[in-house]
C-alpha cells in the first residue's frame, strides 16, 4: 500500500494537467479530490455529470425554482412526468410520489398526473393519468404543453393530441401545486428552459415547481461539495490563478481523448453504483485508480483498493428522499479497507514532502 | 507557553476597561499576570489598540440556502470586486476556506450561521468544517414545519411534546439556538398565501404567527437555552412594517427575543413616496423592551445577493431581483429564496435604508442590546464591516457618504441630525462583548482570566475603514493567526451547540412522522459526535436547567 501510495504520489506531481474523474464517491471522498486538484492545478469532473452541468447552467442563467421530494410528496395536486428517466432511475417513484397519506396539501383537486413525452406504463392506483405524447419528439409535446399553459395558439395535426394539451394546460393553471419531474441529463437546455418559463408563468397565479432528479454516484453531493468549496459545479479546471468552469472544456472525457489531461486520477467506490469507465478505458493516460471493485488497469498504472463508500465504511451522500446530503450508517462492519478520503490525503501530504524535499 | 502581548491600549468594556496594559495568554486561555515568570513570548503592541476576537451574531456562511445561493451567483465576487468593493475576484472567495480566512484577516474569530435547515444540519456542519480558523455555531429553523403547526394545531397544544421535540431538534442538529423565520408565513405561502401578518392563522392549522413565536419563546424559556429565540418577524422590507415589529416587541410579554436584522423592519410609510424612516419609532420601543436584543442587519451600496428562509417575502421580492434571476425553493419548513440585489446609493429607497440602519444603532440607548450585523449577505457582503465601523465611528465620513445621497432621502432621513459617534468602546460592546451575553458565549467577547485566548489587534488610524479592514495580530485560541493583515497559520476552530434533555419518547414520534410522510429516517440527518475526525471538534454550552 505504502509503495502504491508513493508512485501515485510521483505520478501526480510530475502531471501537467492531472483530472480528477468518477469521483463515485461520499461528500468526505470528494473534499479531499477538491483538495488534491487544488493543489496540483487539475481538472475535477463526475462521471454521470451531463444532467448536472446542464441544471447548473441553466439555473445561472435565468434562476430555479425546485421543490423538495417531501413538497411534492405531500402537496402535489398535478405531478407532470417528463420522459422515461425518472421511472428508469426510480422504479418506485410514483409510488413515492403519490403516497397513501399526505400532509395538509393546497386545493381541493383531486392528485392527477400528467405523462408527457413518454408512455403511461404502471401508474399508482386511483390516480387520474394523462398521456401527452404520441408521434411527437419530447421536445416537441413540452413545447406544446409549455403554449396550452400560456394560453398562447399552437398547431398539431394530432387532434387528440392537440385536445389532451389543451385540458393539461388548463389543468395546471387550475392545480394548487403543480411540479415538472424531469432528469435534466435526459431533456436538451432549450427544454429545461421552456419547463422553467412554464414555471415561472404558473407562479404568477398559483403555486408550481420542478423536482429536478439527482445524478446517479452521489453526483448532487459531490456537486454541493464542489460549490461550496471552490463556488462552481463539476466541470472545473484549478490550473489557473482562479477556479474556472466550463462544462464542454473541462468534461473529463474529453481532455483525456484530446491529450490536454496527461494523468487521470478515477475514483468509483459507491456501494451500489457504478462509475461507468471513460471510453478509452484508463489506456495511453498514466492512471491512479481508487476504486472498491477488481479493476482492469495498465501495467504502470497505480491501483488502490479502497472501501465503498455506505457499504464498507459509514458515508455522507445526497439522499432524495430529504432532498439534500444525509449521513447514512456501514451496511457491513468490516472497514479495514482506507477511505477515498485516506488515500487521497496521504497522497497529498505525500506530495508536500516532495516539494519540500 | 507564556505569551505576553505588552502595552496596548487594552479595549474590554465587558470589564469597563479602558486602558494601557498588558495581557497574558497561556494554553489557548487568558490567563492573570504570573508571579515572578517571565513571558515565553513577547509582542510589543504599544500604541495599538487590543480587543477580543470579533464575535458576529447572524452571518450566512454555511449550508444548503447559502450553496442555493453560490450556485445562482458564482459571479458574486467578480461584480462585487469590479465595483470597488473589498473581494477578489474569483468565485472562490465565497467559498468556505476565503469565509474563514478573510473573516480571521479582519479579528473576527467566533461567526453564527443563522439558519441551518434540521434536515440538512448535515450539510451546513460539513461547511462549517471546511471554514478555516474561526470557531462556528448554528442555529436551527422551526416554525414552518408540520411537526410544530400541528402540536400548536387550535386547541390542540401539548407544550411538552413541543418542548421535547425542539429540544430534539437542537441536540440532533448540533444547534446552538433556534431561529423562527417568518413564523407561519412559509408554511401559508405553501397554501398559496403571498402575504402574512402577525395575527394570520396558518392555513390547515389555526395557529398564528404571533402563537408559534410565543409558544417558542416558552419553550426556549423553559428548556433553558441562554440564546433566546432568534426571530426573523413577518412583513420584512415592506413599508410601514415597523408597526409589525413594535407589535412583535409588545407581544414577547416579557420573553427574551433577539430580533434579527431589525433594519429590514424600520421603514414607515410617510411622505409622498410612502416610505418612510421608522427608526426612532422602531428604537423607542427597543429602548423600552430590556428583554429585547436585536441586531441590525445594515445595508451598504452595491452588488449582493440575498438569501433567506423568508420564501414568501422573497417570491414577491423576486421582481427587483438584479440581475434578473432568481431562486425559490420549496421544501420541508422554511424552503428558501435567493434573490440577487443591487443596493443603489441613487434609489430612494436604498439610500434610506442605509440611514435606517445606521439611525438604528446611533439612536440605541443600550447598545448591550443592539448588535452589529449586515445579514451577510442579505444587507452587504462581511469583508465591507469595516466600512460601517467607519461610519458609525465617525460623523465627516457619514456626512460625506448623505451629501451623495438622493434630495429626497436627505430630506426625510433624521440622519444629519444625529452626532453621535461610537467610541472604540462601544464598537467592542456591538462587535463583541454583547453577542457573547446573548448567545451565552461566556467565553468570549472579553479580555478577562479564563476567557478563550481570543485577541485582535489594530492600529489605530484616523481612517477607520483601514484599521478594521486588517489587524495587525490575531491570536486564535492563543496562536497567532494574522500578522499584518494576512492569515500566516491555518487553524480549526470549534463548533458550538447546546444539549437539553428530551424525553426519549420524541424520537419515536419524529421517527414515525418521516418515515410516514418523508420516507425518511431522521437519523439520516442527525449530526454525531464522529461527525467530524477533529476529536474535539464540538463543544457544550450549558443550558440553565
Ligand atoms: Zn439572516
Redesign the interface.
Known amino acids: 500500500m505504502d509503495s502504491a501510495l508513493q508512485r501515485a504520489a510521483d505520478l501526480l506531481a510530475q502531471a501537467r494537467l492531472p483530472v480528477f474523474g468518477g469521483l463515485f464517491t461520499d461528500?468526505n471522498g470528494a473534499?479531499a479530490a477538491l483538495a488534491l486538484a487544488q493543489k496540483l492545478g487539475g481538472v475535477i469532473d463526475h462521471a454521470a455529470s451531463d444532467g448536472t452541468c446542464r441544471a447548473?447552467r441553466v439555473?445561472?442563467?435565468?434562476?430555479?425554482?425546485?421543490?423538495?421530494?417531501?413538497?411534492v410528496?405531500?402537496?402535489a395536486d398535478t405531478v407532470v412526468l417528463i420522459g422515461d428517466h425518472p421511472r428508469e432511475r426510480d422504479a418506485e417513484l410514483l409510488q413515492?410520489l403519490f403516497?397513501g397519506?399526505?400532509?395538509?396539501r393546497?386545493?381541493d383537486n383531486k392528485r392527477e398526473l400528467i405523462v408527457v413525452g413518454a408512455k403511461k406504463g404502471k401508474v399508482p392506483t386511483g390516480v387520474r393519468t394523462t398521456e401527452i405524447g404520441g408521434k411527437n419528439t419530447l421536445p416537441e409535446v413540452v413545447a406544446l404543453l409549455a403554449a396550452a399553459t400560456r394560453e398562447m395558439p399552437f398547431e398539431t395535426r394530432d387532434a387528440a393530441l392537440g385536445k389532451k394539451v389543451l385540458s393539461a394546460g388548463k389543468r395546471l393553471r387550475e392545480s394548487?401545486?403543480a411540479v415538472f419531474v424531469y432528469d435534466p441529463a435526459e431533456l436538451e437546455e432549450p427544454v429545461l428552459h421552456t419547463v422553467l418559463e412554464t414555471v415561472r408563468h404558473l407562479?404568477k397565479t398559483?403555486?408550481a415547481?420542478t423536482l429536478s432528479l439527482s445524478a446517479p454516484g452521489n453526483g448532487e453531493g459531490v456537486n454541493?461539495?464542489s460549490?461550496?468549496?471552490?463556488?462552481?459545479?463539476v466541470r472545473t479546471s484549478f490550473a489557473g490563478?482562479?477556479?474556472e468552469?466550463n462544462m464542454w472544456a473541462f468534461e473529463a472525457e474529453r481532455l483525456l481523448k484530446s491529450g490536454e489531461a496527461d494523468a487521470l486520477v478515477w475514483i468509483d467506490a459507491l456501494d451500489g453504483a457504478e462509475a461507468p469507465p471513460p471510453t478509452r478505458a484508463f489506456r495511453g493516460i498514466p492512471s491512479v485508480v481508487l476504486s472498491s471493485k477488481p479493476v482492469k488497469a495498465g501495467r504502470d498504472d497505480v491501483v488502490i483498493e479502497v472501501g465503498a463508500a455506505v457499504a464498507d465504511h459509514?458515508a455522507?451522500v445526497y439522499?432524495p428522499?430529504?432532498?439534500?446530503?444525509?449521513?447514512?450508517?456501514a451496511t457491513s462492519a468490516d472497514s479495514n479497507k482506507p477511505t477515498v478520503a485516506d488515500v487521497l490525503g496521504k497522497i497529498g501530504t505525500l506530495i508536500d514532502e516532495k516539494g519540500a524535499a | 507557553m507564556l505569551i505576553q502581548l505588552k502595552g496596548g491600549r487594552v479595549i474590554d468594556p465587558a470589564h469597563n476597561r479602558d486602558a494601557v496594559g498588558d495581557i497574558y495568554l497561556e494554553n489557548g486561555r487568558i490567563v492573570e499576570k504570573p508571579d515572578g515568570r517571565e513571558p515565553d513570548e513577547v509582542h510589543d503592541v504599544s500604541s495599538k489598540i487590543v480587543m477580543a476576537g470579533a464575535i458576529d451574531v447572524h452571518s450566512h456562511i454555511a449550508g444548503t440556502n447559502v450553496t442555493l445561493g453560490r450556485q445562482l451567483m458564482p459571479e458574486l465576487p467578480l461584480i462585487a470586486a469590479a465595483e470597488g468593493q473589498p473581494i477578489l475576484p474569483s468565485t472562490a472567495q465565497w467559498g468556505a476556506y476565503a469565509t474563514g480566512i478573510r473573516y480571521a484577516e479582519m479579528g473576527y474569530t467566533t461567526v453564527i450561521e443563522p439558519a441551518m435547515i434540521p434536515t440538512h444540519a448535515i450539510q451546513a456542519h460539513k461547511e462549517m468544517a471546511s471554514i478555516p480558523i474561526i470557531d462556528v455555531a448554528g442555529l436551527v429553523v422551526l416554525g414552518n414545519d408540520d411537526y410544530t403547526l400541528n402540536l400548536l394545531r387550535k386547541g390542540n397544544v401539548k407544550s411538552d411534546e413541543l418542548k421535547d421535540y425542539v429540544a430534539w431538534t437542537l441536540a440532533h442538529s448540533k444547534a446552538l439556538g433556534l431561529k423562527v423565520i417568518n413564523a407561519g408565513g412559509s408554511e401559508a405561502f405553501k397554501f398559496n398565501a403571498r402575504t402574512f401578518d402577525l395575527d394570520e392563522e396558518v392555513p390547515e392549522y389555526g395557529v398564528t404567527s404571533r402563537g408559534i413565536v410565543e409558544a417558542m419563546q416558552q419553550v426556549v424559556a423553559d428548556l433553558g437555552v441562554p440564546h433566546p429565540p432568534h426571530v426573523h418577524t413577518n412583513n420584512l422590507g415592506i413599508a410601514g412594517n415597523v408597526e409589525t415589529a413594535v407589535a412583535t416587541l409588545e407581544a414577547t410579554q416579557g420573553h427574551p427575543i433577539h430580533l434579527a436584522h431589525i433594519q429590514f423592519y424600520g421603514y414607515g410609510k410617510e411622505g409622498d413616496k410612502g416610505f418612510s424612516s421608522g427608526a426612532p419609532a422602531l428604537m423607542e420601543a427597543i429602548n423600552k423592551h430590556k428583554n429585547a436584543t436585536v441586531d441590525v442587519g445594515q445595508v451598504l451600496f452595491g452588488q449582493t445577493v440575498t438569501i433567506s428562509g423568508d420564501v414568501l417575502r422573497q417570491f414577491d421580492g423576486r421582481r427587483a431581483a438584479n440581475p434578473k434571476k432568481w431562486v425559490i425553493n420549496q421544501a420541508e419548513g422554511n424552503g428558501t429564496g435567493v434573490v440577487p440585489y443591487n443596493y443603489k446609493k441613487k434609489s430612494f429607497v436604498n439610500a434610506l435604508q442605509w440611514a435606517i440602519g445606521l439611525e438604528i444603532f446611533l439612536l440605541a440607548e443600550d447598545l448591550w442590546r443592539v448588535l452589529f450585523s449586515t445579514d451577510h449577505p442579505n444587507g452587504a457582503l462581511f469583508t465591507r464591516y469595516p466600512e460601517i465601523f467607519h461610519l458609525l465611528m465617525d460623523r465627516d465620513e457619514r456626512a460625506r457618504w448623505f451629501d451623495s445621497l438622493p434630495e429626497a432621502s436627505r430630506q426625510v432621513s433624521g440622519l444629519a441630525g444625529i452626532s453621535r459617534e461610537l467610541t472604540l468602546s462601544e464598537l467592542a460592546i456591538i462587535t463583541r462583548a454583547a453577542p457573547a451575553k446573548v448567545l451565552g458565549m461566556t467565553d468570549r467577547g472579553h479580555l478577562a482570566p479564563g476567557a478563550v485566548a481570543d485577541v485582535a489587534v489594530y492600529t489605530e488610524q484616523k481612517n477607520k475603514t483601514k484599521m478594521f479592514a486588517a489587524a495587525d495580530l490575531v491570536f486564535k485560541s492563543g496562536k497567532v493567526v494574522v500578522r499584518k493583515g494576512n492569515v500566516v497559520n491555518i487553524s480549526w476552530g470549534r463548533c458550538f451547540h447546546v444539549d437539553p434533555g428530551f424525553d426519549r419518547q420524541i424520537e419515536k414520534r419524529v421517527h414515525s412522522f418521516y418515515d410516514t410522510y418523508y420516507g425518511a429516517d431522521p437519523r439520516w440527518f442527525g449530526v454525531t459526535e464522529t461527525f467530524s475526525d477533529r476529536p474535539d471538534r464540538f463543544a457544550t454550552i450549558r443550558c440553565a436547567r
Open positions: 461528500v473534499t447548473a439555473m445561472r442563467e435565468t434562476g430555479s425554482t425546485p421543490a423538495s421530494f417531501g413538497e410528496r405531500n402537496r413515492k403516497p397519506e399526505t400532509l395538509p393546497p386545493g394548487a401545486f407562479v398559483t403555486r415547481a454541493l461539495c460549490i461550496w468549496t471552490c463556488g462552481l459545479p490563478d482562479v477556479p468552469n459509514d455522507e439522499l428522499p430529504i432532498s439534500g446530503i444525509g449521513a447514512v450508517k
